[in-house]
């Protein structure tokens, strides 16, 4: 900081120099003396002060990083709790699909998949009727979603016989009854082909999970370690490998099933 002292000297006819003490405001700055002639009515002073400088040193351990505190370029993208919650949903969306691949049994989510279109636009059956059990055999779709359901009973009865799932339902006044027929060998094994391709399906979801989790760490390369990395896609190969291996069991146990 420069301090601007302004002195005030009487003009003399003669050069009279004489030491003037110029005390700054700052008391531990120590007296400047200056030079000043007499003949000059005034003269600046500048004079400099510094701030004591200290050579206490800090004491006590640095405290330890907090993770939560870290930046967001060091946090990583993948989510291990995130992707083990999709592949748990692809799993329990092929067990609900296996469990309307009924052989000889009534069964009300057999007709689960099935889709209709009215009016161009495509509903799920369960949205537009009640679906129960009438006898060991047989289920009865009753619509409870259209004012005139007698309307669209037509329309349901022929997206039953093109769902693909061998059913031939029978219109009655109020309801459609839906016969399920005894298994015969033709009839298993298309139940069969049916549920290899579902289970291809959930198989196909386990690689779009992983695909998501390599593709994140692709990114998380950028600032982790390379060692962080590997260990973490030994980790998704890990979880990969074993949501397939639950879907080839769970397909096993169906055809099983179904062959029995």
Known sequence: MNTLLRV????????????VQAPLIFAKTQPTWRIVDRNVPSVWISARSYAKKTNK?????????????????????????????????????????????????????ILDTVRVHIE???????????????????????????DFAEKYQAIVDKSIREAGLNLNPVLDSKFIRVPIPKPTKESRDKMAKMASQVAEQSKSRVRLV???????LKTDAKTQSKDDIKRTEKLVQTLTDKYNKEVDDLLKLKLKEIQS
């Open 8 to 19: 005030i000297v009487p003009a003399a006819t003669s050069i009279n120099r004489q030491f």
């Open 210 to 216: 992983r695909q998501d989790g390599m593709k994140q």
């Open 120 to 146: 161009d636009v495509s509903f799920s059956l369960r949205d537009l009727a009640q679906v129960t059990i009438r006898d060991p055999q047989t289920l009865l779709s009753v619509l409870t979603t259209f």
């Open 57 to 109: 040193k800090k004491t006590g351990s640095t405290p330890a990083l907090d993770v939560n505190e870290t930046s967001d370029q060091t946090v990583m993208l993948f989510d291990e709790k995130a992707m083990n919650t999709r592949f748990s949903q692809a799993i329990n969306a092929l067990k609900e699909q296996f469990s309307a691949l009924r052989i000889g049994r009534a069964n009300p989510a």
